[in-house]
């Protein structure tokens, strides 16, 4: 009920453009396949992926000679739900993490502005409620704005924090956090990174560096690399998503501002193309907005 809601604007407007892509036709021909492909590139889904779903439908006319313009939803429904199956295979359900690893280590990697600080605050509030002992790490040590806000999360969820000033080595703030998290027997670290994009070298040697110091306190961490990305920026999510990618082995994706745009598409997109399973999606500012992913329920409201 809440995902559909937070996803209303995706919805009213895919289904919008698409009832419009196929209005006064009654079998799916050359001309609305072109206005599906303008709407789902339009709902940022991104080419390539858009071009396959078009492909596969293509194939299905093919096959079956005919399709009526009534059966598209229902086609395309599969068609994506499939797309995002081959990513989410594990039917994530809930906020719940692997509780052999302890402390299970999460760094989270993404540029300044996508909802970082936000994401880690509300997964933190996740894992608290559910009795885990969380402790975050202010590894975003380039902005004195991120640690400060980053700090008010950990005030709002009362969770510890570790930091230093601005300024200092994020490694070393890392590896603090995870001494830290090993010596109060904590369940689970959440560590900030700075997401600065415009060195690509610099990027990968600083995420490089700060997973080699991590190991020295936990010899497999970080458990998961995940990726925010705004949901609301269409090619710029693509962007940053290859950049991240290329840096350091991202492991899964949480897509915020997904209840401010007309544009959840990205989700499809991204995870196809990438081949990376969406976690978490933030579907407004509040520590409850966020919500573990659920293909099916996504694809649901896609299409409602
Ligand atoms: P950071 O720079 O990546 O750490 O970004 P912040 O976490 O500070 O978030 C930037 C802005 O986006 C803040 O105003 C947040 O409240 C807002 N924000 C984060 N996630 C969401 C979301 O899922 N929906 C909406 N509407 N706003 C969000």
């Known amino acids: 009920e809440t995902l559909d809601k937070g996803l209303e604007k995706t919805n009213t407007s ?3 453009k698409l009832s419009k892509a196929v209005a006064g036709k009654s079998k799916v021909d050359d001309d609305v396949l072109d206005n599906l492909e303008e709407v789902l590139v339009a709902s940022d889904v991104g080419v390539n992926t858009t071009l396959k779903i078009i492909e596969r439908i293509e194939k299905r006319v093919e096959r079956d000679k005919y399709l009526g313009t009534d059966e598209l939803n229902k086609i395309l429904r599969e ?7 081959e990513t989410n295979t594990g039917e994530a359900v809930d906020f719940s993490i692997p509780t052999a690893k302890k402390p299970y280590v999460i760094m989270v990697v993404g540029v300044n502005g996508v909802g ?9 509030a996740q894992f608290k409620k559910q009795g885990l002992k969380v402790v975050l790490g202010a590894g975003d040590t380039f902005r004195a704005a991120a640690i400060d806000q980053l700090q008010v999360w950990a005030d709002r969820v009362d969770v510890p924090i570790i930091r230093q000033e ?4 994020p490694a070393s703030v890392a590896f603090d956090t995870l001494k830290s998290a090993v010596s109060q027997d904590a369940d689970v670290v959440i560590i900030d990174t700075a997401g600065r994009l415009h060195n690509k070298i610099n990027l990968m040697t600083e995420l490089t560096k700060i997973k080699r110091v991590m190991q020295k306190v936990v010899a497999d961490a970080p458990h998961e690399v995940l990726l925010v990305l705004d949901g609301s920026t ?4 693509f962007e940053q998503a290859k950049q991240f990618t290329l840096a350091t082995e991202v492991t899964s994706l949480a897509v ?5 745009t007309a544009k959840g598409g990205v989700v499809i997109g991204i995870s196809d193309q990438f081949q ?3 976690k978490y999606i933030g579907v407004g500012e509040g520590i409850d907005d966020l919500q573990v992913f659920n293909k099916l ?3 649901d409201s896609f299409f409602k």
């Open 14 to 16: 895919f289904i919008a």
């Open 79 to 85: 068609e994506i739900a499939g797309l995002l199956s």
């Open 116 to 124: 970082k600080t936000t994401t880690i605050g509300k997964l933190a």
């Open 166 to 169: 601005m300024g200092s080595d």
């Open 234 to 237: 269409g090619q710029n999510a």
């Open 256 to 260: 915020t501002k997904l209840d401010g």
């Open 276 to 278: 990376i399973p969406v």
């Open 297 to 299: 329920e996504f694809v």
